[in-house]
């Protein structure tokens, strides 16, 4: 076994959070709010994390946590995720570097 395949096993291990999903954004309707797409379960892990975020908007927020997924998972600001009957909203994306690769990205919730 390469250390490829060994790397690789142990992030999917650490990225396996039951119960959470995730609805991609689709836009907006006619009174401006949000609209998503269907719900998928998400290979993440969860992490309940207060922080304070500037977003790119200049809007500031109190996190409500974070989740860590897989560096090829979908993901996008405003998705809604969903975990243990609360939703969140994702409202901003930090990529994680490896050595020589995007290793997983960290999104940040509100809610």
């Known amino acids: 076994m390469d250390l490829g395949t060994?790397?690789?096993v142990s992030v999917s291990k650490y990225l396996n959070?039951?119960?959470v999903t995730r609805a991609a954004a689709t836009g907006h309707d006619g009174d401006g709010q949000p609209t998503w797409?269907?719900?998928a379960s998400l290979r993440c892990r969860y992490e309940f994390v207060k922080r304070r975020l500037t977003l790119a908007t200049g809007e500031t927020v109190v996190s409500s946590g974070r989740v860590f997924v897989e560096a090829?998972?979908?993901a996008a600001l405003n998705d809604k995720i969903t975990y243990s009957g609360t939703t969140f909203r994702v409202v901003e994306i930090a990529e994680q570097m490896g050595f020589n690769s995007l290793n997983h990205k960290m999104l940040w919730l509100a809610g």
């Open 17 to 19: 959070t039951q119960g």
């Open 6 to 8: 060994v790397r690789a």
């Open 72 to 74: 090829g998972q979908a």
């Open 37 to 39: 797409g269907g719900a």
